[in-house]
């Protein structure tokens, strides 16, 4: 097993020390002696996985096909750019994406690689609220789409908050109502409602904005 150059304690309090205002960018580098884009990685990998995407790559390496189709595609959809599809999909480097990229392209099957993510993504679906949409869209524009962590943090499906997230993106807060059965329309809520439903998403896109700015 190839050992990493720089410890995950290493790693992790470099992060850390980042995250929580005591150094810039630069600083973190001269410090640890590495590229500005590895401490962008390991940053990346912190917010889509914790201190455990800081670890060995040995101890976390397995991917459902399902995790892997669902990321190339975002990717080619033009949802992201490596990073961000890799911080989404909790990928722990750019050059997974491109190989899965370009056997996705080539047509080649995408194959399990442990079963890490697999119930993650078969989770099925549930019944929801409004403000249980609103809340778990916020969530996850807020991780820059990182459907993985918001189907462990909400347990609803894959396909309902990519449903969810794309009826947002057209018709925003009205397109989350749900129209079947007797539901609370947006158009029933007063104004104070309206406003927190709004700024909740709003504040979920402006911390998107902030991520995408440090990448």
Same mark, same amino acid.
């Given at each position: 097993?190839?050992?990493?150059?720089?410890?995950?304690?290493?790693?992790?309090? @470099?992060?850390e020390?980042?995250?929580?205002?005591?150094?810039?960018?630069?600083?973190?580098?001269?410090?640890?002696?590495?590229?500005?884009?590895?401490?962008?990685?390991?940053?990346?990998?912190?917010?889509?996985?914790?201190s @455990?995407g800081?670890?060995?790559?040995?101890?976390?390496?397995?991917?459902?096909? +399902?995790?892997?189709? @669902?990321?190339?595609?975002?990717?080619?959809?033009?949802?992201?750019?490596?990073?961000?599809?890799?911080?989404?999909?909790?990928?722990? $480097?750019?050059?997974?994406?491109?190989n899965?990229?370009?056997?996705?392209?080539?047509?080649?099957?995408?194959?399990?690689?442990?079963?890490?993510e697999?119930?993650?993504?078969?989770?099925?679906?549930?019944t929801?609220?409004?403000?249980?949409?609103?809340?778990?869209?916020?969530?996850?524009? $807020?991780?820059?789409?990182?459907? @993985?962590?918001?189907?462990?943090?909400?347990?609803?499906?894959?396909?309902?908050?990519? $449903?969810?997230?794309?009826?947002? +993106?057209?018709?925003?807060?009205?397109?989350?109502?749900?129209?079947?059965?007797?539901?609370?329309?947006?158009? +029933?809520?007063?104004?104070?409602?309206?406003?927190?439903?709004?700024l909740?998403?709003?504040?979920?896109?402006?911390?998107?904005k902030?991520?995408?700015?440090?990448?």
């Open positions: 097993m190839r050992r990493s150059k720089v410890s995950f304690e290493q790693k992790k309090n @470099a992060i020390k980042y995250k929580q205002g005591e150094g810039s960018l630069d600083s973190i580098v001269r410090d640890n002696g590495v590229a500005q884009s590895s401490i962008r990685r390991w940053l990346a990998n912190y917010e889509a996985m914790g @455990a800081l670890a060995p790559k040995s101890t976390n390496s397995s991917y459902s096909a +399902e995790h892997k189709r @669902a990321a190339v595609e975002a990717y080619l959809r033009g949802e992201g750019s490596y990073m961000e599809i890799c911080k989404r999909y909790s990928i722990r $480097s750019n050059t997974q994406l491109r899965w990229i370009k056997a996705y392209n080539g047509h080649k099957e995408l194959r399990a690689t442990g079963g890490r697999r119930g993650i993504y078969m989770t099925k679906g549930r929801t609220t409004l403000d249980e949409r609103i809340e778990i869209v916020s969530h996850c524009i $807020s991780k820059g789409k990182d459907y @993985a962590a918001t189907i462990k943090k909400h347990g609803v499906s894959y396909q309902q908050i990519y $449903s969810w997230v794309n009826k947002y +993106e057209e018709k925003g807060i009205d397109g989350l109502i749900d129209k079947r059965g007797k539901r609370k329309p947006f158009d +029933e809520m007063n104004e104070v409602e309206r406003l927190r439903a709004e909740k998403i709003l504040q979920a896109e402006n911390k998107r902030k991520w995408r700015s440090l990448c």
